[in-house]
């Protein structure tokens, strides 16, 4: 089962060429389900919508309430945001739950998905932490929720539950180790969600928020790995183990960068091991 998580920065930049790369990557890749942030929405058009019909697969999403200053960053008082799901087999179950807001911040989500896979049904959620530099106890808070989140609705199958997004931290981050539970103690008791990325090839470009991305550049942020996979421990016989994963998204596509994010690949064995 090949997983893929991607921020698509929202309607900015040229937007209509981005939407265009994104899609040829996703199209190359060939993913079974996508974990989308920024995904823009306005006057009944959405980008998850737009890519699920180009690729013909099944969709679902959750918006953002947005504050003034995003929409004035694009002189939009109506175009949205939020998270998305798209998948390759239908969306039998889907929850939403809010995330604590800095003051001033907007209403971040989260976004489960029940994904009718065969034999086994796939508990998937998406989401996007607060970007605030200096907030890294906001986002232990929003990780806080989210951990109870995905143990509210992990159960029902064998399948690990897969939990993607944009968490806006670093590996090293006190929010990335809650939410792993087993370099700390975890957001919820016994609950361990692994970094799919520690199962790369050491040598292999890691950093999603890349510096060599113009888009990136021209903020002066350094490069840093702020996108994950994070995957409970294999069911039985290793079912839903990490089995390869890699950055893609992460060049110019026709001459056009899909993102200021790199996407992050995984690919999760779908049976048991013989």
Partial sequence: MRVVTWNVWWRFGPWEERRTAILAVLRELRPD???LQ???????ENLAGWLADELGMHWTWAAWDVPGQWRKRLDDPELGVGNAVLSRWPVTDRAVVRLPPAEGDDGRAALYARLDAPGHPVPFFTTHLTSTAHASA???RQVAVLAEFVAAHRGGGGFPPVV???FNARPDADEIRLMGGYRTAPAVEGQVL?????YADPAAPAATRDAANPYVAA??????RVDYVHVGPPGPDGLGRVTAVRRAGDGPVGGTWPSDHAAVVVDLASEPTP
């Fill in 33 to 35: 389900v996508v974990g």
């Fill in 38 to 44: 920024e995904v823009w929405d306005r006057g009944g």
């Fill in 194 to 198: 692994l970094d799919a990325w520690e």
């Fill in 164 to 166: 993607t997004g944009d």
């Fill in 138 to 140: 906001l986002r232990c």
């Fill in 219 to 224: 903020t002066f942020r350094p490069s840093a």
